[in-house]
């Protein structure tokens, strides 16, 4: 596989102030990433994508950048909310690859606090 | 999104029995399904790669003749986890992609305890 993720980082962040998550990814040759949301139990959630023609993408209150020269994604996160308390995983995947696999990056547990 | 629908969403089984676990995509047609294993604290590693109507492709280290793969249609992929042992307990979750799209859709996830 890919990026093998086998330590769980952890981030906490108070209410109403900005997050930043970051993921490194391996394979030079990815060029379509998401970031996925899981919470406790469930399977993972798609909050954003970027394709690696672009170096940033906005959403609703979430922002992703990627940096293709050092192989490294952010999510920005802002306002955090009680809600966004999570773990968030990076994805990447060759498109041009037939089997279109995603890769999970290691995650980060992100606590917001009250 | 395109909704995924993984079942059961959780089962016990007895060490040496057989678990089947089933993937299907309600509302588009899914030429590709993913497997991943999911242990507590850690990240979603990649299984297996199936295709309707051919042979899945599987991770390196992952034991084929353990995890049987079947994608006999656009819509259902099953996983069945042969002669489990404890160290087979995770939290296995499937992931579906139609070919007209990039984004890939995943399901609820199956909490699978072997005791």
């Known amino acids: 596989g890919e990026s093998v993720g086998l330590h769980l980082p952890t981030l906490s962040v108070q209410e109403g102030d900005n997050s930043i998550i970051n993921c490194a990814y391996s394979?030079?040759?990815?060029?379509?990433f998401i970031w996925y949301k899981q919470e406790s139990g469930k399977g993972p959630q798609f909050i954003i994508d970027?394709?690696?023609?672009?170096d940033k993408r906005q959403g609703q209150r979430v922002t992703v950048l990627l940096n293709k020269t050092v192989k490294h994604l952010s999510l920005q996160i802002a306002a955090t909310q009680p809600g966004d308390s999570a773990v968030y995983f990076c994805?990447?995947?060759?498109?041009?690859?037939?089997?279109?696999?995603?890769?999970f990056g290691t995650g980060t547990s992100l606590t917001v606090i009250p | 999104g395109a909704v995924v629908s993984q079942h059961p969403s959780r089962v016990i089984c007895k060490s040496g029995t057989s678990v089947k676990i089933e993937c299907r995509s309600l509302?588009?047609?899914?030429?590709?399904m993913f497997w991943y294993r999911q242990f507590p604290k850690q990240s979603l590693m990649l299984m297996a790669t199936s295709n309707e109507g051919s042979k899945a492709t599987y991770e390196q280290g992952v034991e084929k003749d353990k995890f049987l793969i079947n994608h006999a249609s656009l819509t259902l992929s099953t996983l069945t986890v042969t002669s489990a042992h404890p160290e087979d307990s995770s939290f296995y979750i499937c992931?579906?992609?139609?070919?007209?799209?990039?984004?890939?859709?995943f399901g609820q996830g199956t909490r699978l305890t072997v005791v």
């Open positions: 970027i394709r690696s023609n672009m």
């Open positions: 394979n030079s040759a990815s060029d379509y």
């Open positions: 509302d588009f047609q899914a030429t590709t």
């Open positions: 994805a990447e995947t060759d498109s041009a690859n037939t089997g279109n696999q995603f890769y």
């Open positions: 992931s579906a992609r139609d070919y007209r799209d990039t984004e890939a859709f």
